[in-house]
């Protein structure tokens, strides 16, 4: 079995760069792309299980808001971390993966009062 956490970070890498996957996943990362400006995704660190079936990813976006969430297109910084959880299978393809990122806080920071 191929290393867990080399096959998450791959899709880390692939996902920002090239956009490839499921066509519904592809649209919502063209969208998120458009409404922030030189995105970068940093993975700050990865763990996985004894098994390597599991693989848990802590991670920093950062760019340029040009709309994020609804807001006016500012180019105010954008840095908003998440954590993703992954199933891998034996033979190496992602299973699963769930995200929770700090997209609220995001917002509520672009939209206060200064």
Do not use: Y
Not at 36 to 63: K, M, P, Y
Request: hydrophobic share 40%; proline share 1%; net charge neutral.
């Amino acid at each position: 079995m191929s290393d867990s956490v080399e096959i998450v970070h791959a899709f880390w890498e692939q996902c920002w760069k090239t956009i490839t996957g499921r066509e519904n996943f592809k649209a919502w990362i063209a969208g998120l792309l458009e409404k922030i400006n030189d995105l970068h995704l940093e993975v700050i660190e990865t763990f996985q299980n004894a098994e390597g079936s599991r693989v848990a990813s802590r991670w920093l976006l950062t760019g340029k808001n040009n709309g994020f969430a609804g807001t006016a297109p500012d180019q105010q910084d954008i840095r908003m971390t998440g954590t993703a959880v992954w199933a891998v299978r034996e033979d190496g393809k992602l299973l699963s993966n769930h995200v929770e990122r700090a997209a609220l806080e995001q917002f509520r920071r672009l939209t206060r009062s200064t």
